[in-house]
């Protein structure tokens, strides 16, 4: 009923820069918090940055100052702008949010991930 749909993955080099994009479709009647997430091989998937319905930011600590996350609600859409990439930014990331249907059904939904690969 509800989904997401990232773009704007793919392979830079370190320094550089990338911007991803979030679409949510369906039967949306609401869209709480949206976010990027990350998985690097290997490793456990972690929270890169959060946005709530307000405006309302957060990072982990490793990308604060080099990455932004922003949203248009009017286009259902979250963003996560990517500069001074980093090897170590390498992983396939993933969107996030926490959604209400038109039926008032509650959803955490999931976007199929994106590759971003940071090369030295």
């Known amino acids: 009923q509800v989904q997401l749909v990232e773009s704007g993955g793919g392979l830079v080099q370190a320094g550089g820069s990338l911007r991803l994009s979030c679409a949510a479709s369906g039967s949306i009647f609401s869209i709480n918090a949206m976010g990027w997430y990350r998985q690097a091989l290997g490793k456990q998937r972690e929270l890169v940055a959060r946005i709530t319905t307000g405006g309302s930011t957060n990072y982990i600590d490793s990308v604060k100052g080099r990455f932004t996350i922003s949203r248009d609600n009017a286009k259902n859409t979250v963003y996560l702008q990517m500069d001074s990439l980093k090897p170590e930014d390498t992983a396939v990331y993933y969107c996030?949010?926490?959604?209400?249907?038109?039926?008032?059904?509650?959803?955490?939904?999931w976007g199929q991930g994106t590759q971003v690969t940071v090369s030295s």
């Open positions: 996030h949010a926490l959604m209400v249907t038109t039926q008032l059904y509650e959803y955490n939904v």
